[in-house]
């Protein structure tokens, strides 16, 4: 029984227009009960370009999710080609952005550094990071899942206090289940965010620890959803794939709606 509220987060990627966007949130809001959510979070994570038409959508239909972003800069304004600013996210109400997702670190060189500073923009306009760790199947067929893990958390709420890290959630999504049909087993994501809780205990202390949420991800569908929520320490799933549909979606947070622990 933990007490943390868990939360269901769709990370859509580069995937779906602004009208496809209109499509599926209309899906989803047409198939959501309210008890489908009366013990889960939700965020939606489309590009940026949806966001506006995703906000204004589920501001008009009362739809009981949360808008989120994939990435943002972390400086507020200037000469950032590209970029988007986390004020602007803000300003459109959006509650979760993720950061230094493994696609944004290894594509787009995001270093621990740029991590750790996207981070604190992000909690500076009061909106909530899901900080992303995670190892690759070199460092784990090395055993260096820990150790990678240790240094991303670490690097990541680098000089925070306490109170703040508590406004982090994290996301543990081992690189070679991302995208690949082949989760991690419920053990496995189970001792990585045992982990990384434990990680968060060191810098911030054990109650802190105890209330932070921490999700797992890569590919997670509504067949495994039920057995990785069962796990007391995953608070919550970031969900690629199998969020761009409203069926697929909605399957898994009912499947977490199915197995709440307080
Ligand atoms: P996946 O992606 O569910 O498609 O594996 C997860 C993620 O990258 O957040």
């Not at 739809?63 to 803000?90: F, K, N, W, Y």
């Not at 690629?240 to 069926?247: C, E, K, N, P, R």
Request: net charge negative; charged share 20%.
């Amino acid at each position: 029984m933990s007490g943390r509220r868990p939360l269901i987060s769709g990370n859509w990627k580069m995937h779906h227009d602004h009208l496809e966007a209109l499509h599926m949130v209309r899906d989803l809001g047409l198939r959501l009960k309210t008890d489908d959510v009366a013990l889960v979070d939700v965020s939606l994570h489309p590009p940026f370009t949806d966001l506006r038409t995703v906000q204004t959508l589920v501001e008009k239909e009362g739809i009981p999710v949360s808008l989120g972003a994939q990435h943002c800069s972390d400086e507020d304004a200037g000469a950032r080609t590209g970029e988007i600013s986390p004020h602007m996210l803000a300003r459109l109400g959006t509650a979760y952005v993720i950061v230094g997702h493994s696609e944004r670190r290894t594509m787009f060189a995001m270093s621990d550094i740029t991590v750790a500073a996207t981070l604190k923009a992000v909690l500076r306009h009061e909106m909530t990071p899901i900080v992303c760790v995670g190892e690759t199947e070199e460092e784990r067929m090395a055993s260096h899942t820990e150790a990678r893990l240790e240094e991303q958390v670490l690097a990541a709420v680098e000089g925070l206090s306490p109170e703040v890290i508590g406004r982090v959630v994290f996301a543990y999504e081992p690189l070679w289940a991302i995208g690949t049909g082949q989760a991690a087993t419920p053990v496995d994501a189970e001792d990585a965010c045992v982990f990384i809780r434990s990680m968060v205990g060191k810098v911030a202390g054990g109650p802190v620890a105890a209330t932070i949420r921490i999700q797992y991800g890569g590919s997670v569908q509504a067949e495994n959803a039920g057995e990785l929520m069962a796990e007391p320490d995953i608070d919550g799933l970031l969900v690629g794939g199998a969020s761009l549909q409203a069926a697929s979606f909605l399957d898994i947070i009912r499947a977490c709606g199915a197995c709440y622990r307080f």
